[in-house]
């Protein structure tokens, strides 16, 4: 009986404790602007001195520009995170810019770190995520401009600009350094390659296949 009553308050505090960690942790401060070049390694950075501290800590100018998306995918993400403003460190928040050309795409991608909400500010974007294994579950939608979207923290997720004219979407992250892994880089484009005869065996196809694909990374 006592014991059973421990294994579920452990149980309790083992699934308490996965919540608390699904997010930057909490500051234990007014601020801690990062000390990019300090020594001292923590996780994320040290503090600056409070007293040298300006507002320019806390601050980034030009997300009123467009990125360039004269690329392969014909999109651009303009980050505005930590390694923009230090005032962001510890404070588990970040945000980005996303221009798309006519048909660009944001390709599969998952941000190990943060639950981005996302918000289309001109032109329209199709989106979605996929589920966790096993049902992988495709979770779409076409968004208009003022059409707010969710992608949970982790799952693998894209966009496209499904329309002839630009998209600009503006979305915030729940770290101030969300972090990106687009599967295709991760996968086709490692350093050094991950082995064509496993990609092959793993996408269900040939060793020639597999090198076309990885050429293009
Ligand atoms: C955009 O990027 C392309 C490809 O890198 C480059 O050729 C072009 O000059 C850039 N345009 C601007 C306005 O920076």
Known sequence: MATNHLLVLAGILVATC?????????????FCVADTKGPVLVNGFACKDSKLVTADDF??????????TSNPVGSRVTPVNVAQIPGLNTLGVSMVRIDFAPWGINPPHT?????????VIEGTLEVGFVTSNPENNLITKV?????????????V???RNNGNGNTVAIAALSSQNPGVITV?????????AIANDLLAKSFQTDTKTIDWIQSKF
Do not use: C, Y
């Open 18 to 30: 996965f919540v608390a960690f699904a997010s930057d942790p909490s500051p234990l401060q007014d």
């Open 59 to 68: 601050s980034f100018s030009g997300l009123h520009m467009p990125g360039n």
């Open 111 to 119: 941000h190990p770190r943060a639950t981005e909400v996302l918000t």
């Open 143 to 155: 968004l208009q401009k003022g059409d707010v979207f969710v992608f949970p923290v982790n799952l």
């Open 157 to 159: 997720h894209f966009q």
């Open 184 to 192: 295709a880089n991760a996968v086709f484009g490692s350093n050094p």
